[in-house]
């Protein structure tokens, strides 16, 4: 085996070569990208119903025969454009009625989705800031906005920025419906609570309308070990809780003030939103699933949001719209290069046992 030993050292050495000379290779591609302002991003709109009508099709040609299927294809492409030719007179008419007050539009509804997957900081919101403004670009009262949610919660005033980005939507008077597939806890519900309609899954995680946070302190440790931190502030209550320095009854309490107040705002938000809810029951920091959360008003109906999409996508165009962040070359380039080292490493240590 030592010879194999031996050809895995010479390819891991050869591997940080490579990996090198790309990191050069990219630094260089990505001062060249930023030059000409190509790495932003870019907005995707996704229709919906023909990733499910591919999906059937795949199906069709697997289970039906080719005749079968040719002639269902046939049939619906025939539906297809009259239903088009019908929904294209109705915005037409739609628009020659917009002007005057009072006419309520026949025009189809669209609906358009947005994905929210939320960390700690609420990272998704600055990509999910543009895909709303995407939508109010185009979006009326007679569309739907649906955002497909899922968050453990985490900072506060990066879960506020996102929930007014929400909030944008529903001051345009447009539809707007939260869907929890797994959790929506905390500022994730802070979120969904500003939609006109919250549905989960039935084993959703719901709820957690409370304020937690953890301050380690190593002053004791520090102090052990005779070194000393100083603390200086200008202000009373400037600094609160500190990690390094030696906190304080008086600052205890004013940081449990704090927490105390957030989470009034927090309930006060909640109710403004929902008023429908009892919130004293629920403000407890407790989370529910789905079901038992459906009991308490904390969501108004159960289903998934394949359930849900699908069953718009009946009836109405549903649009995915996402914005794309260009990754660096760098980026791209060292994370290709970190799989390749890991795949050596594994075999290294696996040539080392055998």
Same mark, same amino acid.
């Given at each position: 085996?030592?010879?194999?030993?031996?050809?895995?050292?010479?390819?891991?050495?050869?591997?940080?070569?490579?990996?090198? @000379? @790309?990191? +050069?290779?990219?630094?260089?591609?990505?001062?060249?990208?930023?030059?000409?302002?190509?790495?932003?991003?870019?907005?995707?709109?996704?229709? /919906?119903?023909?990733?499910?009508?591919?999906?059937?099709?795949?199906?069709?040609?697997?289970?039906?025969?080719?005749?079968?299927?040719?002639?269902?294809?046939?049939?619906?492409?025939?539906?297809?454009?009259?239903?088009?030719?019908?929904?294209?007179?109705?915005?037409?008419?739609?628009?020659?009625?917009?002007?005057?007050?009072?006419?309520?539009?026949?025009?189809?509804?669209?609906?358009?989705? +947005?994905?929210?997957?939320?960390?700690?900081?609420?990272?998704?919101?600055?990509?999910?800031?543009?895909?709303?403004?995407?939508?109010?670009?185009?979006?009326?009262?007679?569309?739907?906005?649906? /955002?497909?949610?899922?968050?453990?919660?985490?900072?506060?005033?990066?879960?506020?920025?996102?929930?007014?980005?929400?909030? &944008?939507?529903?001051?345009?008077?447009?539809?707007?419906?939260?869907?929890?597939?797994?959790?929506?806890?905390?500022?994730?519900?802070?979120?969904?609570?500003?939609?006109?309609? @919250?549905?989960?899954?039935?084993?959703?995680?719901?709820?957690?309308?409370?304020?937690?946070?953890?301050?380690?302190?190593?002053?004791?440790?520090?102090?052990?070990?005779?070194?000393?931190?100083?603390?200086?502030?200008?202000?009373?209550?400037?600094?609160?809780?500190?990690?390094?320095?030696?906190?304080?009854?008086?600052?205890?309490?004013?940081?449990?003030?704090?927490?105390?107040? @957030?989470?009034?705002?927090?309930?006060?938000?909640? +109710?403004?939103? &929902?008023?429908?809810?009892?919130?004293?029951? +629920?403000?407890?920091?407790?989370?529910?699933?789905?079901?038992?959360?459906?009991?308490?008003?904390?969501?108004?109906?159960?289903?998934?949001?394949?359930?849900?999409?699908?069953?718009?996508?009946?009836?109405?165009?549903?649009? %995915?719209?996402?914005?794309? %962040?260009?990754?660096?070359?760098?980026?791209?380039?060292?994370?290709?290069?970190?799989?390749?080292?890991? &795949?050596?490493?594994?075999?290294?240590?696996?040539?080392?046992?055998?």
């Amino acid at each position: 085996m030592d010879y194999i030993f031996d050809y895995l050292m010479f390819l891991a050495q050869a591997v940080t070569v490579v990996v090198a @000379i @790309i990191v +050069v290779v990219s630094f260089a591609a990505g001062a060249k990208m930023r030059q000409q302002g190509s790495d932003q991003g870019y907005l995707t709109v996704t229709k /919906i119903n023909e990733r499910l009508r591919n999906l059937r099709y795949v199906m069709e040609d697997a289970l039906l025969t080719p005749q079968e299927a040719k002639r269902r294809h046939k049939s619906e492409q025939k539906s297809q454009k009259v239903t088009d030719k019908e929904n294209a007179a109705k915005a037409k008419k739609a628009a020659k009625s917009a002007p005057q007050e009072g006419v309520e539009s026949d025009a189809p509804g669209r609906v358009f989705v +947005v994905r929210f997957e939320g960390d700690v900081a609420a990272s998704d919101v600055d990509n999910f800031r543009l895909e709303i403004s995407a939508i109010l670009t185009m979006a009326d009262s007679n569309d739907e906005v649906v /955002i497909c949610l899922e968050s453990p919660g985490g900072m506060v005033h990066s879960y506020g920025l996102a929930a007014s980005q929400m909030m &944008r939507v529903r001051n345009k008077g447009i539809p707007l419906t939260a869907v929890v597939d797994k959790v929506a806890a905390s500022g994730g519900y802070l979120m969904a609570a500003v939609a006109n309609k @919250i549905v989960a899954a039935p084993f959703a995680v719901v709820g957690s309308i409370g304020v937690v946070a953890q301050v380690p302190n190593v002053h004791r440790l520090l102090k052990k070990n005779d070194v000393d931190v100083e603390v200086l502030t200008a202000g009373k209550y400037k600094r609160t809780l500190t990690f390094l320095g030696e906190n304080t009854e008086e600052g205890r309490e004013k940081f449990q003030q704090e927490l105390e107040d @957030i989470h009034a705002l927090f309930q006060e938000f909640v +109710v403004d939103n &929902r008023p429908e809810m009892d919130i004293a029951t +629920v403000a407890t920091g407790e989370a529910w699933y789905g079901s038992r959360a459906l009991e308490l008003n904390l969501v108004d109906s159960l289903a998934t949001s394949d359930e849900y999409l699908m069953a718009a996508c009946a009836d109405k165009d549903v649009f %995915q719209v996402a914005w794309k %962040q260009n990754s660096k070359p760098i980026e791209r380039l060292l994370g290709k290069a970190s799989g390749i080292l890991d &795949r050596v490493t594994h075999l290294l240590e696996f040539s080392r046992r055998s």
